[in-house]
């Protein structure tokens, strides 16, 4: 299979899920990254509307490909607390299955910097991360982790998460613009290392060349090499998504929906 074109649910987070299901359709996308947001799949979302969504996806012939929920950050919390954020995603796995979704993000949590982290903040998130891959992998589920500030930040870092956690039904939502904002290795030499954990890929552009941290662009404004990323995916037969992230914020010169179609035909014109 090719690689597919899926779009984050939060670059319209202010529509219903219903209308931005829509919305995506129209455009082309043939995915759709459902966020974890008050206004499209809190945990606590009635069952009615979940059957509504998966209603909606199979007749606009769209998959949802991933659940991006905000459980987690099990690295600083108590247990207690921990506890809490595992009975949230025993809730979203009921979603997953209903919506035919077969990945769910979790946060490991931590310092912004993994270097910063504490033995403890290794070995808590791993312990809890263990326990959601334990109770998906029954499921047939599996479990994801970004690149994002915390103990998933950097190349070394993720990897050796999921060295600790060792379980098979862990991967990689593989952010290279979260990577390059963070440090040195984003590119093909983060996927060489990543290989086969590569699960899913979230795109939104960056740019620090100034030293600034500049993230809300259009993709092909800022300076991560996207082109040389899409080619090392289709050379190495990823089969997965390009999920379009991008952080520009909608104003009267460009909607929402003008930035969900901007990033839809630049994928597209990288995967050409």
């Keep these: 299979m090719a690689i597919q074109i899926a779009l984050c649910s939060k670059i319209l987070q202010d529509y219903d899920l219903a209308e931005a299901i829509q919305i995506a359709a129209s455009i082309g996308y043939q995915g759709m990254e459902i966020f974890g947001t008050a206004n499209h799949l809190p945990e606590d979302v009635k069952d009615g509307k979940v059957q509504e969504t998966a209603k909606l996806l199979s007749n606009a012939g769209m998959e949802a490909v991933t659940l991006c929920t905000y459980v987690g950050r099990f690295a600083e919390r108590s247990d207690e607390q921990c506890q809490q954020e595992i009975e949230a995603f025993k809730r979203y796995m009921d979603i ?82 979260n990577l390059y904002r963070m440090g040195k290795y984003y590119a093909i030499e983060a996927l060489e290392r990543f290989g086969h954990l590569v699960w899913n890929v979230q795109v939104k552009d960056a740019d620090k060349r100034t030293g600034e941290d500049i993230y809300q662009l259009l993709l092909g404004e800022g300076d991560v090499d996207y082109q040389s990323i899409v080619n090392w995916l289709q050379e190495s037969e990823y089969d997965g998504y390009l999920s379009a992230e991008c952080h520009r914020e909608p104003d009267e010169q460009m909607s929402a929906v003008d930035i969900a179609r901007h990033e839809y035909d630049a994928l597209r014109s990288l995967l050409t």
């Design 96 to 177: 997953a299955d209903a919506l035919r979704c077969n990945l769910i993000r979790v946060i490991p949590g931590g310092p912004n910097d993994p270097i910063q982290a504490r033995d403890d903040h290794w070995y808590r998130s791993a312990h809890y991360i263990s326990q959601c891959c334990d109770l998906a992998l029954g499921r047939e589920l599996g479990v994801i982790i970004e690149n994002n500030w915390g103990l998933s930040a950097t190349v070394d870092s993720t990897l050796e998460l999921i060295y600790l956690v060792d379980r098979p039904n862990l991967g990689i939502n593989y952010d290279p613009g």
